[in-house]
Nanobody
Framework: QVQLVESGGGYVQAGESLRLSCAASGLPFSEYTVGWFRQAPGKEREFVAGINWSGGSTNYADSAKGRFTVSRDNAKNTVYLQMNSLKPEDTAVYYC?????????????????WGQGTQVTVSS
């Protein structure tokens, strides 16, 4: 059974940083592309960043470019999202999801189930 657990969210001031983690189990993790997504209140879930199965390719939403960095440690079955220079508009619940050797970017509409996510709140 595939399990994804997001963590690392919190309440920060604008300009500060957070590092989110997505820990996976129940799958051959090194074969999976991983995407980070977020959903703000009243808005649809959107793609934020993704990394392919080997870690050799990444992709970012325009809103994340230059501020967020996605990385992975296949030995730990974990993907990270380093978020710097956070803005109030980054406030959302952040989720990760996986697709076997999926191309980037990943569409949130391609997934039928989600984990609990981790809340990020950025205060101005």
């Amino acid at each position: 059974q595939v399990q994804l657990v997001e963590s690392g969210g919190g309440y920060v001031q604008a300009g500060e940083s957070l590092r989110l983690s997505c820990a996976a189990s129940g799958l051959p993790f090194s074969e999976y592309t991983v995407g980070w997504f977020r959903q703000a209140p009243g808005k649809e879930r959107e793609f934020v960043a993704g990394i392919n199965w080997s870690g050799g390719s990444t992709n970012y939403a325009d809103s994340a470019k230059g501020r967020f960095t996605v990385s992975r440690d296949n030995a730990k079955n974990t993907v990270y999202l380093q978020m710097n220079s956070l803005k109030p508009e980054d406030t959302a619940v952040y989720y990760c999801n996986v697709r076997w050797r999926g191309p980037l970017p990943l569409s949130p509409k391609a997934f039928g189930s989600w984990g609990q996510g981790t809340q990020v709140t950025v205060s101005s």
